[in-house]
């Protein structure tokens, strides 16, 4: 005898089953959309953590018999795994990332100024012009400002 799944509120018998679409339409690069997607893995990973750690547990040590031996914590990790990851975790992971966004740009800014700041240290250093060429000695002295660039070249 074949089990039948009840039908919602408000919907045929005979109709199937559409997943409901995602409350975040606005569409995102593929960089982006691997941003939320990360969030949304860590978060169902974290989750299902326990469950993970017992699979991991068992299989440690164990080859192509880990298929076997750790069955039921297998199915126990994937059945847990299955629980969370739906559209609305995902859809929690889109608003997380959206509301990390001026966050990450401040941290892209910092990390800009800081490169900036330590590619000046390295021209001084090294006693670099801005293209990258040495400046020499016998041209500071030539110039007579120290500044070691030549002018007009």
């Given at each position: 005898m074949?089990?039948?799944?009840?039908?919602l509120p408000g919907q045929s018998p005979n109709s199937i089953a559409t997943p409901l679409p995602s409350?975040?339409?606005?569409?995102?690069?593929?960089g982006q959309e691997q941003q939320v997607r990360d969030i949304y893995y860590k978060r169902v990973r974290t989750k299902c953590a326990d469950e993970i750690r017992e699979f991991a547990t068992c299989a440690l040590n164990k080859t192509f018999t880990a298929t076997f031996v750790c069955r039921p914590q297998r199915r126990?990790?994937?059945s847990c795994m299955v629980q969370y990851a739906t559209q609305d975790e995902q859809d929690r992971a889109r608003e997380e990332w959206f509301a990390t966004r001026d966050v990450r740009k401040k941290e892209r800014e910092d990390k800009e100024t800081r490169r900036k700041e330590q590619e000046a240290f390295h021209r001084e250093w090294w006693g670099l012009d801005e293209q990258g060429r040495k400046i020499l000695e016998r041209d500071?002295?030539?110039?007579?400002?120290?500044s070691g660039v030549v002018e007009g070249k």
């Open positions: 074949m089990a039948t799944a009840t039908p409350r975040n339409p606005l569409p995102l690069s593929a126990a990790m994937n500071r002295k030539r110039n007579g400002s120290g």
